[in-house]
């Protein structure tokens, strides 16, 4: 299983940097993302936990449950299912207000379930692709956010 972190400092309080991430159909504003449905409402919130998501990717489909919603705090989730299949464990985003904004970092515990190779293609394929992913949605939540302050 590789773990994959990606951080930033978003110029915007964190109740507004949480609910832009936490709306998962502002992903679209990544290039790398193409479609993003909540599909079931969560149990406290839209977003909340019980929340399933599906996400299109250029490098796939994913459904996704939250199984923790603290705002503006935390979220995690895991991927219940893929095309191409992948084996999840964790997804998380923490929120923490530092100068100058939001400090998000999100981590994603993931692999290819190939055998011999998963390990590598998770590495070297998966793994830039994922963290390329993430850092555009981040930034994108950085130019829209910081365009509203």
Do not use: K
């Not at 399933?52 to 939250?66: D, K, N, S, T």
């Not at 530092?98 to 190779?117: K, Y």
């Amino acid at each position: 299983m590789e773990s994959m972190t990606v951080e930033r400092v978003i110029a915007a309080p964190v109740e507004d940097v949480f609910a832009w991430l936490t709306t998962t159909t502002n992903y679209t504003s990544s290039p790398l993302v193409v479609r993003c449905r909540l599909t079931r409402h969560g149990e406290s919130a839209p977003y909340g936990v019980g929340a399933v998501r599906g996400h299109l990717w250029l490098i796939g489909w994913f459904r996704e449950r939250i199984t923790h919603y603290d705002p503006p705090h935390a979220t995690e989730y895991v991927v219940e299912r893929s095309l191409p299949p992948s084996r999840h464990e964790l997804g998380r985003m923490t929120f923490t207000e530092v100068d100058g904004g939001t400090r998000v970092c999100w981590t994603t515990r993931a692999e290819i379930p190939v055998p011999l190779l998963g390990g590598m293609l998770t590495r070297r394929l998966a793994r830039p692709i994922i963290t390329r992913t993430f850092g555009n949605i981040l930034d994108a939540a950085n130019t829209a956010l910081a365009s509203r302050a």
